[in-house]
């Protein structure tokens, strides 16, 4: 059949809206109608050719929800007509880290950004013929297509689908970053750098997880209003400014728990964390960064580390496996403990991608949101 995509062709580049050729689904496939899906910076980092894929061209997106509307053989775990989000972790549920617990560390994360499916084929063509890879094993930014079953997670019909998408990668790669990754505690201090839409859901974690004081970190002035909405005691432009308040909430020790989720984490970001957080306490590091960007950090003194007891942890959808969370956060999202609804500032359609990342990249958006026809 035939979709209309957001395809990149170079990377740096803009995303173009073609008609692509897409293939049947294959065994353990489905073909999926798209409703909505969410601009998630990640795309930015393909298309800005700080984070390349294996393979040009290729359909971005990985924060999807859609309808399943045919099944490939041996299907087990969907049927037509189910509501589904894309998880962009194809977890496989044998591996060393599933079998502990740990589906968002698979070994089929190796495949993400490599462009093709867990087969090593292409489901998606040019009209002439040539292959084109998708992101995270998803391609989201398609008006149809077709997925493993185990990139899919099934949800409840009633929470709408431009909505549930949200989970799917953004709004728990925050939470867990606060609530998992920075295991934050009630009274604790923490600050969220870089409140987006991955940091604003890092401050609703710290909100639930029973944070007293909750600091926003962001240069843009609209963020700094948005995130008092979603639970931030108070907000600043950066580390410096916000340096004294903390000081004087924790008596000069600094912050309990210093989570990272800018656009783009550079090395430079980690050593003003470290430098922000106290004696045993721990540094998050959510945010995507630069493969091109060399391993130094400036700033970062070992005594951080092994006279101080700092920790730098990383965090990869918020150290959660995703058919554990994504249910649990929509119920959360019934019981009024999480919002949603306010993450989307604004939708476009799929002819509008390119305005919708400008928005993003200038700061005018918690989340923009896709919505096909």
């Known amino acids: 059949m035939k979709t209309r995509a957001a395809v990149l062709r170079e990377s740096p580049g803009e995303w173009n809206i073609e008609e692509l050729e897409l293939d049947e689904p294959k065994g353990g496939e489905v073909l999926v109608e798209m409703v909505a899906t969410g601009l998630c910076h990640s795309d930015a980092h393909v298309s800005s050719g700080d984070n390349p894929i294996g393979h040009l061209p290729a359909v971005g997106g990985h924060e999807g929800g859609g309808i399943v509307r045919k099944l490939g053989p041996d299907v087990t775990d969907f049927e037509v007509g189910d509501h589904v989000l894309t998880s962009f972790i194809p977890a496989c549920g044998k591996c060393r880290w599933c ?3 740990m589906q968002n560390l698979c070994d089929n994360g190796a495949l993400i950004m490599q462009g093709h499916q867990l087969d090593g084929t292409f489901r998606m063509h040019t009209t002439d013929g040539k292959d084109v890879a998708t992101t995270g094993l998803c391609g989201t930014f398609s008006e149809w297509q077709v997925y493993d079953q185990l990139s899919l997670v099934k949800i409840d019909k009633d929470i709408p689908l431009e909505i549930a998408c949200l989970v799917a990668c953004g709004v728990q790669t925050g939470f867990g970053s606060a609530t998992t990754a920075g295991n934050v505690q009630p009274g604790d ?38 995130a008092l909405d979603f639970g931030a005691t108070e907000s600043f432009a950066s580390f410096v400014e916000s340096a004294g308040r903390v000081a004087q909430l924790t008596n000069g020790q600094g912050a309990d ?72 956060l929509l119920e959360m999202y019934r019981a009024g403990k999480i ?16 305005d919708a990342y400008d928005d993003m990249e200038a700061g005018r958006n918690i989340r923009g949101v896709i919505r096909f026809a």
Not at 212 to 217: G, P
Not at 282 to 311: F, I, R, Y
């Open 189 to 226: 201090v923490v600050i969220v750098a870089g409140v987006g839409g991955i940091g604003m859901n890092a401050v609703q974690g710290a909100r639930e997880s029973g944070a007293a004081h909750i600091i926003a970190v962001d240069p843009v002035a609209d963020k700094q209003r948005w």
């Open 99 to 101: 079998a502990s617990g």
């Open 339 to 354: 919002k949603l609804d306010e993450l989307v500032t604004k939708t476009y359609s799929l002819d509008q991608i390119n």
């Open 257 to 328: 728990v210093v989570i990272l989720s800018a656009g783009l984490v550079d090395n430079a970001l980690i050593g003003e964390g470290l430098a922000a957080v106290r004696k045993a306490g721990t540094v998050v590091v959510t945010g995507v960064s630069s493969m091109t960007e060399d391993g130094t950090v400036p700033g970062l003194n070992a005594s951080h580390l092994a006279m101080m007891q700092k920790t730098i942890r990383g965090a990869l959808f918020g150290m959660k496996s995703p058919r554990e969370a994504m249910p649990l």
